[in-house]
Nanobody, 120 residues
Framework: QVRLVESGGGLVQAGDSLTLSCEASGRTFTMGWFRQAPGKERDFEAAISPSGSTAYADSVKGRFTISRDNAKNTAYLQMRSLKPEDTAVYFC?????????????????WGHGTQVTVST
């Protein structure tokens, strides 16, 4: 049974930074971060393979950084220069693919999500 637990969400002001964490149980996976705003689709934001290869959505490239600590089986999403449009529930996901995938259907396991709210 694979379990993903996200943490680090909260309420911040525009321009602030925030770091999300996702701890996974079980073996090492490619880890991804997705976000879902009210009334919208769950969109890909970033992913990192076990070897450290990364992929980013264009909307967050340069502002968000994904990293991982394989010894702790934990992935991180460092978010900088946050904007109100970054407000969403952020979900961690795990994939058996060896390379980071942008596709939601490549991820087999999902966390429950953590809310990030960016005020003006």
């Amino acid at each position: 049974q694979v379990r993903l637990v996200e943490s680090g969400g909260g309420l911040v002001q525009a321009g602030d930074s925030l770091t999300l964490s996702c701890e996974a149980s079980g073996r090492t996976f490619t880890m991804g971060w997705f976000r879902q705003a009210p009334g919208k689709e769950r969109d890909f934001e970033a992913a990192i393979s076990p070897s450290g290869s990364t992929a980013y959505a264009d909307s967050v490239k340069g502002r968000f950084t994904i990293s991982r600590d394989n010894a702790k089986n934990t992935a991180y999403l460092q978010m900088r220069s946050l904007k109100p449009e970054d407000t969403a529930v952020y979900f961690c996901a795990a994939s058996a693919d060896p390379l980071p995938s942008l596709l939601r259907n490549r991820y087999d396991y999902w966390g429950h999500g953590t809310q990030v709210t960016v005020s003006t």
